[in-house]
Nanobody
Framework: VQLQASGGGLVQAGGSLRVSCAAP??????VGWFRQAPGKEREFVAAISWRDGSTYYAGSVKGRFTISRDAAKNTVYLHLASLKPEDTAVYFCATLRASSRWSSQDQHDFDSWGQGTQLTVSS
């Protein structure tokens, strides 16, 4: 079952937004957020352990983005703050493969990709 990302939109630079990733009926070791800007490769943003809530972030977003989870709703959130135009991208969520190393930022270590949600940050 694929994950379902939602909550993207148009935001002014400096603003904030929260995107959600729903995983109905799934169990997994962790969930990650990635993003892909036009003409660029998909890049890692953040990930969270489902078991204990441990998190790790890409350097470019650390201190601005916060990943969290709601176990009761089987949902992972990514709160994006101090947004910049270069944060414009389609944001995807995916599950960390059980066999993958914790703290991996390699997209090949993730699966069950959802359709993504578009975030546009205007200057």
């Amino acid at each position: 079952v694929q994950l379902q990302a939602s909550g993207g939109g148009l935001v002014q630079a400096g603003g904030s937004l929260r995107v959600s990733c729903a995983a109905p009926g799934r169990t997994f070791s962790g969930v990650g957020w990635f993003r892909q800007a036009p003409g660029k490769e998909r890049e890692f943003v953040a990930a969270i352990s489902w078991r204990d809530g441990s998190t790790y972030y890409a350097g470019s977003v650390k201190g601005r983005f916060t990943i969290s989870r709601d176990a009761a709703k089987n949902t992972v959130y990514l709160h994006l703050a101090s947004l910049k135009p270069e944060d414009t991208a389609v944001y995807f969520c995916a599950t960390l493969r059980a066999s993958s190393r914790w703290s991996s930022q390699d997209q090949h270590d993730f699966d069950s990709w959802g359709q993504g949600t578009q975030l546009t940050v205007s200057s």
